[in-house]
């Protein structure tokens, strides 16, 4: 049964991303008809640069004025693929004021906002859908918010920024140093001319404060989400792992605590054993492996960006959204009930991987033990080799059992105060075993 | 906002599913009471011998009435995991009549009448979920149903059977044979005492009816399924897909053809490249790949059976059916609209790797090139040795480039007739490259 009148879409935004949403619901559009029950009809476009042409885009659908769009009061759905916070916020919600639900891909607004846009749709009983805003093309946040329902998720652990991905996995199976293996991603596009926001993990850091919000109904904001990038990650650190049978990648980690009561979202680089499905993620893409009481272990594979991937998460949501809107219903909107405490990374507890150059001379093992020991941090192998190059030092490796983050600080800081310890190599956590 | 009058849930079976599921609705009656937004009771639970005792489950509820049950008229979800065509299909139809929707976890029955029991949900407006028939735990239905809606599903291709997933990885990890290999899935529990709905295929066929049905929105039938089991596949076959860099998985694979015409869906063993993500899964993990035009690559990854990863997709269904009956709202129903025609394995283009046991003089290979090329299946490698045991044989590998099934077929039964074709000791499909 086909609803003739179609759907009215305002599309905000008309880059890699939206360029891509709107050819395809132009050459879909049979296809988008048939699923939703109703034709749906790009209703405008807003731009910042009007000039530039945009094939198989109607000029006289193009405006540059955003807030006029979305207050027009005929539009049904305003899909926001600007990126960033402002003008992207208000005109989300003036949009949800006028009438229209949202779909999104902006996970900047999503982890800074997300409780206040959610709020406001729920005020005016619209969606507000943002499947494309984590981990692109891969049905992520509709599994973890409807199938999971019914399970309790003890650990979302994903490669969620295809750039630090492509440049770690560069690393892992050439040896090349970050420097080199981040100028080749820079070369193919994977990297943008300044990266800071994927290397440094800030990319990451927004999608796990939306992932840890909605595995564990707690909000969770951006501040809460412990952060560390991957620059300082070297070519010895890789050797390092290759001994442990394991790789390195920059990990985005949301945790219940064993308790329940509370939980933890992180972002950093770890090692995790060859055996682990996601080592063999490789390249630019994306996977995310989510841990469950009844489930058990799943995982989630694929392109993490990327302008047909991205669109793809929008109108699948764009569908979702459209047929809610003839069955007058509505999504599951935030879903906040267990507000669980979110603990600071002091109170995480996993296993480190520490390299120390240390004087080449009897006892400093004894003196690095106590140490540990002193701290309650319990070492599971230490391995230790002089370093031939006849400088009197030697480096030690030691492998820990779990602890809490808060004790590895305080060994590390005792450490450097030992005489015998000349530095501290790196640290480098062990998950996923 | 929270109802207190609760949604009432019958349940039909209780077995390994079955009572996890009613497991779960105890021990996680809040957190599905607020995810669902009012709390969900178990009104009743059908069994064929009440006297087992069922742990958590107060006796009161249980009845070996199960069409009484779903005709009370007070329930609001059925959850069917009793498995098997009847009595299944006639209580999912009275459960409609009178006014319930329904979960499912039957996939022999959804792939031989999912059609007809779509219609009947619609009929009566209501809802029909079945996450858990395919992959189990796997969130896979709903992504490829929902998220993936915008999208156009090229190919779906699956590990979707844990116990010929074991039995297949034993051999490839110990050198073991079929037999050996399936005695230890036996002694684990991972393979029945009728082992042949798995390693025949049969499950794996049902699962790639459903699949082919939400992927193509057209109408599989299960006879529309090519099966082939893998009770052929030895420790020969495994020593050859080594040389060629692969693995040997029993794929179910569901195709659009390249004019986008028409679909083939298929079950049968076939070398994969140990690079495919889907070469890694190990032990009776599932794993489904998916290609389609805009999001690219995907893959669904995790346990395919069990009791409590299937009552998580159970669950998950619940909750949903649960929340589409507070909104008086239905979700999407089957989608058939593509129509698309069903070929015949003769259609399908892959390629093939041919094992051939010829007498061992000069001449045979140009004989045997002749077929091939009468047939029109191009060659990509052969390899020719000698038996060494002095019995005058040799055996020929030859690797072809993309065909039909029907040619190659045609190309095998020409090469039978030979006389210096001795014999064909394995014809394997090579897939994802």
Redesign the interface.
């Known amino acids: 049964m086909m609803r003739t009148r179609p759907l009215k879409v305002a599309l905000l935004g008309c880059g890699v991303v939206g360029s891509?949403v709107a050819r395809?619901m132009t050459t879909?559009a049979d296809?988008?008809a048939?699923?939703i029950g109703a034709p749906v009809e790009l209703a405008g476009v807003a731009v910042r640069r009007p000039s530039r042409v945009r094939e198989g885009i109607d000029p006289a659908l193009v405006t540059t004025d955003a807030t006029a769009l979305v207050k027009r009061g005929d539009i049904d759905v305003v899909v926001e693929v600007i990126g960033g916070i402002e003008p992207a916020r208000t005109l989300i919600t003036t949009a949800f004021e006028h009438g229209a639900s949202v779909v999104s891909a902006n996970k900047a607004l999503l982890a800074q906002d997300g409780a206040a846009l959610h709020a406001a749709a729920g005020e005016h009983g619209k969606d507000l859908y943002y499947?494309a805003a984590v981990a692109g093309?891969?049905?992520l946040i509709?599994?973890l918010r409807?199938?999971?329902?019914?399970?309790?998720i003890n650990r979302v652990m994903g490669i969620v920024n295809g750039t630090t991905n492509f440049i770690l996995d560069k690393m892992d199976s050439t040896g090349a140093g970050y420097q080199e293996a981040l100028d080749e991603a820079t070369a193919l596009g994977y990297a943008e001319a300044d990266p800071t926001a994927d290397v440094e993990g800030f990319d990451a850091a927004a999608k796990a404060a939306i992932l840890a919000g909605i595995a564990f109904?707690t909000r969770v904001r951006l501040d809460d989400v412990y952060r560390e990038g991957m620059t300082e990650v070297t070519a010895a650190d890789f050797a390092s792992a290759k001994e442990m049978g394991c790789t390195i990648k920059l990990l985005a980690i949301c945790e219940r605590a064993a308790d329940g009561g509370s939980v933890t979202a992180r972002v950093h680089p770890a090692m995790i054993p060859l055996t682990h499905?996601l080592a063999?993620v490789r390249g630019a893409y994306n996977?995310v492996f989510v841990e469950?009481?009844?489930?058990?272990?799943?995982?989630?594979?694929?392109?993490g960006a990327?302008g047909?991937?991205t669109?793809?998460?929008?109108?699948?949501d764009?569908?979702?959204v459209c047929?809610?809107r003839l069955?007058?219903?509505?999504g599951?909107g935030e879903?906040a009930?267990?507000a669980l405490t979110v603990s600071p990374m002091g109170d995480v507890v996993t296993r480190y991987h520490i390299s120390l150059d240390v004087a080449d001379k009897p006892g400093v093992l004894a003196q690095v033990a106590t140490v540990f020991a002193e701290h309650g941090v319990s070492i599971d192998t230490v391995r230790q080799q002089g370093r031939q190059d006849g400088g009197g030092e030697a480096s030690l490796v030691v492998v820990t059992h779990r602890a809490s983050d808060a004790s590895l600080t305080g060994t590390v800081e005792a450490l450097r105060k030992l005489d015998t310890v000349r530095g501290v190599a790196s640290i480098m956590r062990v998950e996923g075993e």
């Open positions: 891509e395809i879909h296809d988008l048939a699923r499947e093309a891969i049905p509709r599994p409807e199938s999971l329902a019914g399970d309790k109904h499905p063999s996977a469950s009481d009844a489930a058990g272990q799943l995982m989630f594979y694929g392109p990327g047909a991937p669109a793809s998460a929008v109108l699948g764009l569908v979702a047929r809610n069955s007058g219903a509505t599951p879903s009930y267990a």
